[in-house]
Every structure is written in structure tokens, then in C-alpha cells.
């Protein structure tokens, strides 16, 4: 089954600081994960796929098939970073919990 | 193009009422998803389809139906509402990219209440 795990459900951070968002999968076959962001009271929207090695927004995301993680990460947060993410499999049928960031000024 | 529409975007109900929810995309999709997003639970699968006509059930399915006549409309239905269906509701869709993968589209949501 594929299935991904974010293991904390809220991040405070300070603006200016990094961010690293975890998520660990498991799953049998080529993975590929995505990154889903909600910002306050909008709708879902695709942040990053791993496969298209680009940063977004100043995120990236590096799949560690070693560790079967996808983790998130940005090196200096930003107010307008605060909202929920999602990690999420190929077949998006199982969501992470998601993970709460909130960027402290 | 308009993505994918929810209706309503708000709705009370009492409990043992009865609704439908609708989504609509106008992206020739064929996948189309129910979600519910409760705090602390992240999103929740209800229902979801691959193609006009087919239906299959999610994670969390008890309590609600789903139809898909149409390849563009996805409705969720609660045919006796409960508190504990008090959430708010996502839909979307997804075409499917080369090897199985899919990136998903989502509606704006539907906060719905049940007193």
C-alpha cells in the first residue's frame, strides 16, 4: 500500500530560520511524491514534485530512498510560509495528516 | 476555465437531514476525489472515481454515497447527516501524467455543520 507519514503536526518557527517539513513513505515501486500546500482558507494546490528537482517558493524536496523520506525544506522561513502541508503519494489516496507551519515574525 | 467548483460553499443542517454536495470540474479529468479535512486527522478519503460511472470507496466512507453520471460532476451525498460528519469538504480531480502518477486540482471546500 502506498502510504506516507508526517510525523509532526505542528511547526513554529521563526521568520528567517529553516524549515524542514518530514515525510517518510512506504510504498513498492519507483516512488514519487508530492508536496501539497493550503494556505489560510484556500485551496489545496501542488507546491513540488520531487521528480522536477526545482525549488519552489524557495522549497525543495529531496527523496532519500535509503530512508524512504521526502522531507520539505526551506532555509529561511517567511511569514507568507505559514499554512498546512500535505505530503502525498502517487495515487493520492492516502494523505499525510499534514503538517501545521507557523511562522513566527 | 473555472477549475474545479464547489456547492455550496456553506451549509447547517440538523442531524438525520439529508444533502447533496456537488463538485464540477471543466478539465476533462478523470479522476475525481471526496475528501473530508477534520483538525488533526489531515485529509480523509471518501469516495472516489476514475471514470464516468464508477465509483469506489475511500478511507472513511460509512455514511456517505456518491454518483458520477457525468465525467464532469462528482456528488457526495448524506442521506441522514450526523455530528460527527460536521467537517469541512474537499473535492478533486486529476488527469493522470505518464506512469500512473497524477497531480490533483481541489475545490475550495465545503464547511459543512450538523447541530
Known amino acids: 500500500a502506498q502510504r506516507v507519514t508526517q510525523p509532526e503536526k505542528l511547526l513554529s518557527v521563526f521568520k528567517g530560520a529553516p524549515v524542514e517539513l518530514k515525510c517518510n513513505y512506504s510504498?513498492?515501486?519507483?516512488?514519487?511524491l508530492f508536496w501539497y500546500v493550503q494556505y489560510s482558507r484556500q485551496r489545496l494546490q501542488l507546491l513540488l514534485r520531487h521528480i522536477s528537482r526545482e525549488s519552489i517558493k524557495g522549497f525543495t524536496a529531496d527523496l532519500n530512498k535509503g530512508e524512504t523520506s521526502f522531507h520539505l525544506k526551506k532555509p529561511f522561513a517567511q511569514e507568507e510560509d505559514s499554512a498546512m502541508y500535505y505530503c502525498?503519494?502517487?495515487?493520492?489516496?492516502?494523505f499525510g495528516k499534514g503538517n501545521q507551519v507557523v511562522v513566527i515574525p | 476555465n473555472a477549475g474545479v467548483t464547489q456547492t455550496p460553499k456553506f451549509r447547517v443542517l440538523k442531524t438525520g437531514q439529508s444533502m447533496t454536495l456537488l463538485c464540477a470540474q471543466d478539465m476533462n479529468h478523470e479522476y475525481m476525489y471526496w475528501y473530508r479535512q477534520d483538525p488533526g486527522m489531515g485529509l480523509r478519503l471518501i469516495h472516489y472515481s476514475v471514470g464516468e460511472g464508477t465509483t469506489a470507496k475511500g478511507e472513511v466512507p460509512d455514511g456517505y454515497n456518491v454518483s458520477r453520471l457525468k465525467k464532469q460532476n462528482f456528488l457526495l451525498g448524506l442521506e441522514s447527516a450526523a455530528p460527527s460528519q460536521t467537517s469541512v469538504y474537499f473535492c478533486?480531480?486529476?488527469?493522470?501524467?505518464?506512469?500512473?502518477?497524477?497531480?490533483?486540482?481541489f475545490g475550495a471546500g465545503t464547511r459543512l455543520s450538523v447541530l
Open positions: 502525498a503519494p502517487p495515487n493520492r489516496l492516502a
Open positions: 478533486a480531480s486529476s488527469y493522470v501524467l505518464a506512469g500512473g502518477k497524477n497531480i490533483q486540482y
Open positions: 510504498y513498492s515501486g519507483s516512488p514519487e
